[in-house]
């Protein structure tokens, strides 16, 4: 399978951020939503997601075959036509859920899916542009934080600013490490990334910083200076910085970030207290 259970958990997660932001940090009013909109939107986003798996696969094929040897396609479990099938199921079942919530979280699931169509297939393909191919890829997060905002019953405009600068510039920083599994493939395909422009060594020492950077600054563009969380965000870059340069793979970053904004929920009131909804 090629389901990459971890972006997904990471792609609920910035929905119920949304969600949290869209209440204005009151998590009590969660429980007067309604039920089977919060169900159809994890379905949306998850078929969302797959399909844009399925549709970066099919390009990818070729960089796959070096990198990512267990993928569908090199395994040849499935092939180019029962992946296009498949994509169109993922598509069908992504409108479908969306729009049987309210036109506008159908609008911003089909703008998720259009980013990454943007990222992956021809003739924009735009993956093979350094930084614009992470910020697109930051954007993303924060479109599916959009739609759980909408979900609360308001517009996009009201994600606050210092969260979605924070959003936005530490994941166009962290999301390099997506890069450093396909290295060989990227290398061999003529795609340009921090790895393949500064080589294996140099790119994985700069993405290393710029994780261990991204945790750092994160608490600092909320405005939340509280001593503690400081050091709890410097230690998980550490940590981090640590995983990424001994090859841990992608599976460890993930874990050391979601342990991570799980540790925030400890430091509640004081993200309160920063006035990020002012």
Known sequence: GNIRPFRIIHFVAMFFIGLWAGTSGRTELFAE???????????????????????????????DSISNAKRPL???????SNM????????????????????????????????YWLY??????????????????????????????????????ALPNKLLWAIFVVFSLA??????????GDKQTG????MTILGKKNGTLLIAVLIWVSYCIFPMILGIWNIWLLIVSFIFGGLSFFLTMKNYGEKAIFIAYFIYFATLSLFFKDIINANIFT
């Not at 542009?129 to 759980?148: E, K, N, R, T």
């Not at 795609?191 to 921090?194: C, D, E, P, V, W």
Request: with cysteine; charged share 15%; net charge neutral.
């Open 33 to 63: 939503m309604n039920f089977f909109d919060l169900i159809f939107a994890i379905m949306a986003i998850f078929f969302a997601w797959e399909f844009s798996v399925v549709t970066n696969d099919i390009m990818d094929s070729d960089i």
């Open 74 to 80: 090199p395994r040849q479990d499935l092939s180019h």
């Open 84 to 115: 296009l099938w498949l994509a169109g199921f993922y598509l069908l079942y992504a409108i479908l859920c969306s729009t049987l919530i309210n036109p506008r979280f159908a609008y911003m699931i089909m703008s998720f899916i259009a980013i």
């Open 120 to 157: 992956s297939m021809p003739p924009a393909r735009l993956k093979r542009i350094p930084v614009l191919s992470i910020a697109m890829i930051s954007f993303a997060s924060i479109i599916l934080i959009f739609d759980g905002i909408v979900i609360a019953g308001r517009q996009p405009i």
């Open 175 to 184: 999301f390099n490490a997506k890069d450093l599994k396909d290295y060989e």
């Open 191 to 194: 795609i340009k990334t921090l």
